[in-house]
């Protein structure tokens, strides 16, 4: 190394620099980006097209393999893989508070009107609550972005349509329980669920006496932020 | 990274923790004004933030982290129209009672002086490319980054600089 090179560097060392603040921005939840717009409207075209395929029997096992809404993939099969039956009470993880569930969703968890406020669980990064409406209803939310976290896996018997909860893409799907992959625990069957996306956030609402039109009027109220 | 592209604040912050200091340097060596690189790296910070969904996982972050550094310093310093620039200055005794490093013994503080008079003098893109290769020992292609320039013209802009830098110093 030349000799002034070598003087640059010994004088990087003795650089009186001003003391590097805190940096700590005030990091808001992150806006749902313009281009996933188009993404978002390309996302319905494909549940639209997946829902009349799915109207013709003989096109189910030809078309149908996989797709993706929010943090969820569906996969279509023609037989259900091993999966326990046990009540989603079983998997909502560990209590936390509902400053730890905002952390983690970057905004806080959308509820729809309790008569208190209900216990919030953490599996992973998903934030869930269960609660009665008349019958025991699991609602799970978790930031997800474009990356597959959750994955549904539905025989023929399952019936998943494409439907739209308030201003955004949803997915109801229900009939012949379907196998349920969710975060770090096993495999379990699930009952009715409806899937939706809003501001980069993954919702899902399960219950097994859940009806098409109480679970939009639920995400609808969720979606309000009650 | 998965975790703070999700959303995760903590995640992000944990992520950009190690490069604050070398982003506020570099904004410094921008501005030339403490608060205005603070300023500029804090809303780098927040650019990064939001665009972070963007952001391909596999490419390392300190270059992308600072070419947003250095474009937000460089805006900063057009639209704040401060007159009074804080030269670069060093230090006459170097830090702490650790033994000195070959350099401190080769380089004495008043060469040194000298030496950052001289850089100090030289023309803005010189002055700059030599301050993020040398002061900041950013690589060429951090440095290509926060220029936002190609790395063959951080090669050929610094030896034009050491060139000059050269005839200065004699």
């Given at each position: 190394m030349a000799d002034l090179?070598?003087d640059?560097?010994?004088l990087a060392?003795?650089?009186d620099w001003p003391?590097?603040?805190?940096l700590h921005p005030?990091?808001?939840p ?5 281009w ?10 494909l549940?639209?097209a997946?829902?009349?395929a799915?109207?013709?029997?003989a096109?189910?096992?030809a078309?149908?393999r996989v797709f ?6 569906v ?7 091993p ?10 993880g560990?209590p936390v508070?509902a400053?730890?569930?905002?952390e ?12 208190m406020p209900?216990?919030l669980y953490?599996?992973?990064d998903?934030?869930?609550t269960l609660f009665a409406?008349?019958r025991p209803?699991?609602?799970?939310e978790?930031?997800?972005?474009d990356?597959?976290?959750?994955k ?5 018997r399952?019936a998943?349509v494409y439907?739209?909860v308030g201003t955004v893409p ?5 009939g012949?329980?379907?196998?349920f992959e969710?975060?770090a625990?096993?495999p ?6 409806l899937?939706w ?16 039109q ?7 109220e969720i979606?309000r932020?009650? | 990274?998965?975790q703070?592209?999700r ?5 992000f912050?944990t992520?950009v923790q190690?490069h ?10 921008i501005t030339?004004n403490?608060a205005d690189?603070e300023?500029?790296?804090q809303e ?8 972070l969904g963007r952001?391909?996982?596999t490419?390392p972050l300190r270059?992308?982290?600072l070419?947003?550094v250095a474009?937000e ?19 006459t005794h ?9 350099e ?6 008043d060469?040194?002086a000298r030496?950052?008079a001289?850089l100090?003098?030289?023309?803005e893109?010189?002055?700059t ?9 950013l690589s060429e292609?951090?440095?290509?980054a926060?220029?936002?320039?190609r790395v063959?013209?951080?090669k050929s802009r610094?030896?034009?600089a050491l060139?000059?830098l050269r005839?200065?110093h004699?």
């Open positions: 090179e070598r640059l560097h010994a060392a003795a650089i003391a590097t603040p805190p005030r990091l808001e992150r806006a749902r980006r313009a996933l717009r188009p993404a978002a409207i390309a996302v319905v075209a549940l639209v997946v829902a009349v799915l109207s013709v029997p096109a189910r096992s078309i149908l993706h809404l929010g943090g969820v993939t996969e279509r099969v023609k037989v259900l893989p999966a326990q039956q046990r009540p989603p009470a079983r998997d909502l560990v508070t400053r730890t569930a905002q983690l969703l970057g905004m806080p968890m959308r509820l729809p009107r309790l008569d209900p216990q953490r599996t992973g998903a934030i869930s409406r008349p209803v699991l609602l799970t978790i930031r997800s972005g990356a597959a976290i959750f549904k896996i539905l025989s023929a399952t998943a439907v739209q949803g997915l109801w799907i229900s012949q329980p379907h196998v969710p975060v625990v096993p379990r069957l699930a009952g009715n669920v899937i996306v809003s501001n980069g956030v993954t919702f899902r609402l399960e219950g097994r006496h859940l009806t098409k109480d679970a939009l009027s639920l995400a609808r979606q932020g009650t | 990274m998965l703070a592209q959303g995760n604040a903590r995640a912050e992520l190690p604050r200091e070398i982003a506020f340097r570099l904004a410094f060596v030339r403490a690189a300023d500029a790296a780098a910070l927040l650019k990064c933030w939001r665009s952001f391909r996982s490419e270059p992308w982290l070419r947003i474009n310093a460089r805006n900063r310093r057009r639209s704040s129209g401060r007159a009074e620039r804080l030269a670069l200055r060093a230090r170097l830090s702490g009672g650790a033994a000195p490093s070959p401190d013994i080769t380089v004495s503080a060469e040194r030496l950052l001289e100090e003098g030289l023309p893109q010189a002055r490319v030599l301050a993020c290769r040398y002061l900041l020992d292609a951090e440095t290509a926060a220029l936002d320039v063959g013209t951080v610094t030896a034009r060139e000059r005839e200065i004699g």
